[in-house]
């Protein structure tokens, strides 16, 4: 149901990014000509005749043809996800290990001058778009510097039909910046939801009892009060790392970088509006896996929480 209303949203907006026959066909081709090219491609039937086309098209695993690819939509989604997939899964990896140690000790040292600093910070990450943080490291690190390169993915290597360029030196260099500018609107987030979530729990009767106990201070602080604010960073971070791949539309655009967002910017100036719905479900279906996997993940990390229906 929730993939339907995300096919019926895409839908009901891609009337309004132009008409797609006049980007395929140019301002050479006549009218006739134009309209019987919309008349094979369906585009003058009723809304509800084409949405109803496209959603049993859908249920067979065709999103619809590219006008501007001339292929399946699908088809050129899978050949720009590789780049946009590791970008989000480095950016991911990088905000856990940064935002974990970072925020445990803005928690149990909030006093100390390093921590007030973490914390300074991140009210200014939270405040910074993640385009200028891009454009910044670009002019630092690539125009001044001369340290990394400021566009594209480098090198890649076809590891049975994905492009990676995780296994490349020259690939892995053109990923940095990317990466952390992609991290940095996250980061902060979630070193300030860890940090409060975590003196929340520091201040309940068990960890008392556990500090009463004798146990080691690394026991307590891990096992038992980080363990314990682990559900509502899951909670956030299911939903930020759908939002990370919607992100990846600026971030891509600024590092000329070939994934889905960069895609998704050319099918709306291109009018390509059968992509661009598919691009819409796509990233709806994963952020429908991704909350799936998160109720998974509640079970495992709190054995108290039950899926919906069982006592």
Not at 31 to 48: K, Q, S, T, V
Not at 122 to 149: D, K, Q, R
Not at 218 to 223: A, E, G, M, N, Q
């Amino acid at each position: 149901m929730v993939m339907v209303i995300i096919a019926l949203i895409g839908f009901a907006i891609k009337q309004s990014f132009g008409d797609p026959v006049r980007e395929i066909t140019g301002i050479s081709v006549s009218a006739e000509e134009r309209e019987a090219l919309r008349e094979e491609l369906g585009l003058n039937d009723p809304f509800m005749v084409q949405f109803g086309r496209f959603l049993y098209d859908a249920a067979h695993g065709d999103l619809g043809q590219s006008f501007f690819y001339k292929k399946p939509a699908m088809e050129v989604i899978i050949s720009k996800a590789p780049a946009t997939l590791e970008l989000v899964f480095c950016s991911a990896i990088l905000i856990v290990l940064l935002s974990v140690p970072l925020g445990i000790y803005c928690a149990i040292r909030p006093k100390h001058l390093f921590a007030k600093f973490v914390m300074g910070a991140s009210t200014v990450g939270v405040s910074i778009p993640v385009f200028l943080t891009a454009i910044m490291l670009i002019y630092i690190f690539s125009i001044e510097l001369h340290w990394l390169p400021s566009f594209g993915r480098g090198e890649t290597v076809n590891l049975g039909g994905w492009q990676t360029g995780l296994l490349t030196w020259d690939g892995i260099k053109h990923l940095i910046m990317p990466t952390v500018a992609l991290s940095s609107i996250m980061l902060p987030l979630f070193i300030r939801l860890i940090r409060s979530e975590m003196m929340e729990v520091l201040e309940n009767e068990y960890i008392k009892y556990a500090w009463a106990k004798g146990l080691p201070p690394l026991r307590v602080w891990i096992v038992h009060a980080f363990r314990n604010t682990l559900l509502p960073v899951i909670t956030v971070g299911g939903v930020q790392l759908g939002i990370m791949i919607a992100f990846t539309i600026l971030t891509e655009t600024v590092f000329s970088w070939q994934g889905m967002g960069s895609m998704f910017i050319q099918a709306v100036e291109r009018a390509d509006s059968s992509l661009m719905v598919a691009y819409l479900v796509v990233v709806g279906f994963i952020f429908v896996v991704v909350n799936t996997i998160v109720d998974i993940i509640y079970g495992l990390v709190n054995p108290t929480v039950r899926i919906t229906g069982r006592k």
